[in-house]
């Protein structure tokens, strides 16, 4: 049983009062209809065929705001896995060959079916997530967004003439696909950090093995059927899920899989990376982030305000790029602490599926344990809880938006991803001190500026170790530009012009003898 696994065995504490229950009959009624769906699929994919663990045993899939039962998927492990692979590089062969147009058309069509089923996969990803409907119709849209890009960037992927050195040569450049590629995916956005890594690699020819989360793995398996039904062909897209360390073992030794690609945490990153030299394969990592978000003393008020609260508060704290740690100039520090706190206390929480809602539950009992114990460590070394700071009165993994101040880089909420509802509050006296503050981290993916200074915006963003900067905005992710980290942030960027070299090789080819008779 997976770490995982047994984590989510203990999401029904008994103490704690279960939600509302109209609210958990809705939410029961929509998981009936979307059972009865045309997207509902609860196997594994493998050569375009829907099938079970080899050993018919099942793993569960949980509603995190209610606890039901959604559905049982397919415990699957190394063998399903090879079975996987088997097909993905069977289909390699004609995929690659298919022209960029054909592989396009297949693509759009897959974009336009997401787009067109956008409602009930937005349902989906709130059932078994746990995010506001709102938000999770806003992931679709972000996740088929890189589909459209893809069709698009297939139809570009150009070589290189080279100027000859010789009279007699050419010498050119063409990329090609990288084969067959293991796509291993996390929970907090149960489609797009499918459909960002797909997207290109199907683009350009590659065929996939994706295995997404096992808290996650419907909205991945009603992508599928999608592609299924856009013609993309049986075995160029397959889906595994279960036991995650003999899947990932399983994708990292055949030499058939020459690219892993993984979003998750760093730890399990790393695992990869070392993996991954066995067989030398080529590899992409998204990990976790420890993000800076510095307000200076010339911000716009309202405007740093509104920035941090949607850069910590997406998904209750549970993305990658979510600011972790605020930290604000001591002129502006009083006034902010207020006006973020009052902010703050409006988030209403809930199930994802009732009106208003834009905070929903935390995936599992053992993420709301996780932030328990970075406020514990953060109060014992003498932070405040300003608000929140407690288990909701709803229950199940329900948590009160909470802003935490007098916090210190030392402390546990300074130094970890926190990945909860959770904004601490650090205090700084001058910009070299704010970019001291946030480059003390070993890692590198996002970091936001709040200033109305533009020479300082620039030395400051110049100065950052960071993949991504947003200045004066909290949400910057989109399709056209490069996404990823330095430092243990990560390898590689996803999205953009740029994203599609992850799965393309160059072959450098020197033509000779052209003047021969
Ligand atoms: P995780 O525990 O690392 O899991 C990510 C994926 O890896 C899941 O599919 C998981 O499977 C699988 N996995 C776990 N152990 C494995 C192993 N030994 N071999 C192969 N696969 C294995 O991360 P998470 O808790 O799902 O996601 C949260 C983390 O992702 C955070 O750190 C967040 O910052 C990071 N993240 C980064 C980005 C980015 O773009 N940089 C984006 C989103 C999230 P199971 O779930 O089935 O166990």
């Given at each position: 049983m997976t770490v995982a696994r047994l984590a989510r065995c203990k999401i029904l504490p008994s103490h704690l009062p279960r939600m509302h229950l109209p609210s958990a009959h809705r939410q029961m009624s929509i998981a009936a209809g979307l059972k009865n769906s045309s997207i509902f699929r609860s196997q594994g994919l493998i050569g375009g065929k829907w099938i079970g663990a080899h050993d018919g045993k099942t793993i569960q899939v949980n509603n995190p705001a209610t606890g039901e039962i959604i559905a049982d998927v397919p415990f699957m492990g190394r063998r399903e896995t090879n079975d996987a692979i088997s097909s993905a590089y069977n289909a390699f062969n004609s995929w690659s060959k298919q022209t960029a147009a054909e592989r396009s058309k297949c693509l759009r069509k897959w974009y336009d079916l997401i787009m067109s089923h956008k409602e009930e996969l937005g349902q989906l990803i709130t059932l078994e997530q746990g995010k506001p409907l709102k938000e999770a119709l806003g992931e679709v849209s972000y996740g088929a967004s890189f589909i459209e890009f893809f069709a698009e960037e297939a139809k570009r992927v150009y070589g290189d003439i080279i100027p000859a050195t010789l009279a007699d040569r050419r010498l050119f450049v063409l990329k090609q696909p990288v084969g067959v590629v293991g796509a291993i995916t996390p929970w907090n956005f149960p489609l797009a950090m499918i459909t960002r890594k797909v997207g290109p690699a199907l683009a350009c020819g590659c065929t996939v093995v994706v295995k997404p989360s096992e808290l996650t793995p419907l909205t991945a398996l009603a992508a599928a059927e999608l592609a299924l039904q856009a013609g993309i062909p049986p075995g160029v897209l397959n889906v595994v899920m279960g036991n995650a360390p003999d899947i990932g073992d399983a994708l990292l030794a055949s030499p058939q899989v020459r690219k892993i690609t993984f979003t998750g945490s760093t730890a399990v990153g790393k695992k990869l990376m070392a993996g991954a030299a066995g067989t030398v394969k080529r590899i992409s990592l998204e990990l976790g982030g420890n993000a800076p978000c510095i307000v200076f003393d010339d911000a716009d008020l309202d405007v740093a305000v509104k920035g941090a609260l949607a850069a910590k508060f997406r998904n209750s704290g549970q993305t990658?790029?979510?600011?972790?740690?605020?930290?604000?100039?001591?002129?502006?520090?009083?006034?902010?602490?207020?006006?973020?706190?009052?902010?703050?206390?409006?988030?209403?929480?809930?199930?994802?599926?009732?009106?208003?809602?834009?905070?929903?539950?935390?995936?599992?009992?053992?993420?709301?344990?996780?932030?328990?114990?970075?406020?514990?460590?953060?109060?014992?070394?003498?932070?405040?809880?300003?608000?929140?700071?407690?288990?909701?009165?709803?229950?199940?993994?329900?948590?009160?938006?909470?802003?935490?101040?007098d916090v210190k880089s030392e402390m546990l909420l300074a130094r970890e991803e926190v990945f909860g509802p959770v904004a601490p509050l650090l205090q700084f006296k001058t910009e070299e001190e704010a970019i001291r503050i946030a480059n003390d981290t070993n890692s590198g993916l996002a970091a936001y500026i709040f200033t109305n200074n533009v020479q300082r915006t620039w030395r400051v963003l110049e100065a950052l170790e960071y993949g991504l900067v947003g200045v004066n905005e909290g949400i910057i992710s989109t399709e056209v530009a490069p996404f990823g980290g330095v430092k243990q942030s990560g390898l590689g960027r996803e999205g953009s012009k740029y994203g599609i070299d992850e799965y393309l090789e160059l072959k450098y080819v020197c033509l000779g003898d052209m003047n021969r008779k």
């Open positions: 990658c790029v979510c600011a972790n740690r605020i930290i604000v100039q001591e002129g502006i520090y009083e006034k902010f602490a207020e006006a973020f706190s009052k902010a703050v206390q409006n988030l209403q929480v809930g199930d994802g599926f009732s009106e208003g809602v834009v905070q929903g539950p935390l995936i599992n009992e053992a993420a709301v344990q996780k932030v328990e114990s970075y406020i514990q460590d953060a109060i014992s070394k003498g932070a405040k809880v300003l608000l929140g700071g407690k288990r909701h009165s709803l229950g199940m993994t329900f948590y009160e938006p909470t802003v935490v101040t």
